[in-house]
């Protein structure tokens, strides 16, 4: 088990005598815990380092309240400075889908999550903003990803433009694009391949396909309890594809979510929902303090 941030720096700090203000030294002692709070909540090394050396001059100095503990007003330093840094301008929940058909394009590692969240999304769109959506893969590798989506589809109420084999990605995109224009769709979605590993094949085709779709939105969906990784992969298909924001699956897992602030700092780029969940229902919009709440444990 973990020990939280608060226990940690309960203990740390029941050895400090107390003084008006957070001195230097209290502040260091206390972020390094907090350091290592961060690396066991999954986040990168670079990440972490960066983040507890903007916490260590914000903190430094700032007079202790009364009603709270040294160490109870670190843990509050850190949590809103995680808050900030976890934060969006924008309403993470509302995707970018006016003039109808709008495309979503998913992009993400195999196994990641992406063909599920599709599906999600889908239907969260169909439900709550009763909107007419058609989705499309684009795994012409897998033809069990292809008819796991049209399953999905099936499952949720949800329209999938029928298989036609030997097609390629960025073929079925266009023959997407057509059925959502003339079936008069409010969105569609196109569940693209993934790989086990990013190589320039899979970026090359999903290249293609951005061109071909221009799409609203491109999210990437990447397993929430993956650290570094997480860091890497976000990077290399922001830097290729260009991605609007983020979709962490995998949330309801043991993992902490440090993968949240490794993304957002290193990508700039919003977190915008999580998976929480197997299920069809099981998405939920994005909310930086619950996330910030449970990096710190
Ligand atoms: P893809 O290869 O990226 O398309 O991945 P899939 O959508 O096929 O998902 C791989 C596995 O992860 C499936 O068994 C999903 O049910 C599961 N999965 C997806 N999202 C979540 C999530 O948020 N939580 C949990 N526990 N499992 C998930």
């Known amino acids: 088990m973990f020990e939280t941030l608060s226990e940690r720096l309960g203990g740390v700090f029941d050895r400090l005598t107390k003084q008006g203000a957070l001195s230097e030294d209290d502040v260091r002692?206390?972020?390094?815990?907090?350091?290592?709070?961060?690396?066991?909540?999954?986040?990168?090394?670079?990440?972490?380092?960066?983040?507890?050396?903007?916490?260590?001059?914000?903190?430094?100095?700032?007079?202790?309240?009364?009603?709270?503990?040294?160490?109870?007003?670190?843990?509050?330093?850190?949590?809103?400075?995680?808050?900030?840094?976890?934060?969006?301008?924008?309403?993470?929940?509302?995707l970018k889908i006016d003039n109808p058909p709008a495309p979503i394009l998913m992009v993400g590692l195999q196994g990641s999550g992406k063909t599920t969240t599709t599906a999600k999304l889908a239907r969260r769109l169909k439900e709550r903003e009763k909107k007419r959506v058609l989705m499309a893969s684009l795994d012409t590798n897998r033809p069990a990803a292809m008819e796991q989506l049209a399953i999905l589809g099936t499952q949720i109420g949800v329209d999938t433009l029928p298989i036609v084999k030997g097609e390629s990605a960025v073929q079925i995109a266009k023959r997407a694009k057509q059925q959502a224009t003339l079936g008069g769709y409010d969105v569609y979605m196109l569940d693209t391949a993934g790989r086990l590993h990013i190589d320039e094949v899979l970026m090359d085709e999903v290249q293609a396909v951005r061109d071909v779709a221009s799409p609203r939105e491109t999210l990437l969906v990447v397993d929430g309890l993956t650290g570094q990784d997480a860091v890497n992969v976000a990077t290399e298909f922001d830097g290729k594809v260009g991605i609007t924001g983020v979709v962490l699956t995998r949330m309801d897992g043991d993992g902490r979510?440090?993968?949240?602030?490794?993304?957002?700092?290193?990508?700039?780029?919003?977190?915008?929902?999580?998976?929480?969940?197997?299920?069809?229902?099981?998405?939920?919009?994005?909310?930086?303090?619950?996330?910030?709440?449970?990096?710190?444990?």
Do not use: N
């Not at 050396?53 to 700032?62: C, L, S, Y």
């Not at 990508?267 to 449970?294: C, H, N, Q, W, Y």
């Open 257 to 297: 979510g440090g993968a949240a602030l490794s993304m957002r700092a290193v990508t700039g780029k919003p977190i915008r929902f999580v998976g929480l969940g197997e299920k069809m229902d099981a998405l939920e919009t994005f909310e930086a303090s619950r996330v910030a709440g449970r990096i710190l444990g």
């Open 29 to 94: 002692v206390a972020l390094r815990e907090v350091r290592v709070a961060l690396l066991e909540a999954d986040v990168s090394l670079p990440v972490a380092r960066d983040f507890v050396k903007a916490v260590e001059t914000k903190a430094t100095g700032q007079a202790v309240t009364r009603s709270v503990t040294p160490g109870q007003q670190v843990v509050k330093i850190v949590h809103d400075e995680l808050v900030k840094v976890l934060s969006g301008d924008t309403d993470p929940g509302t």
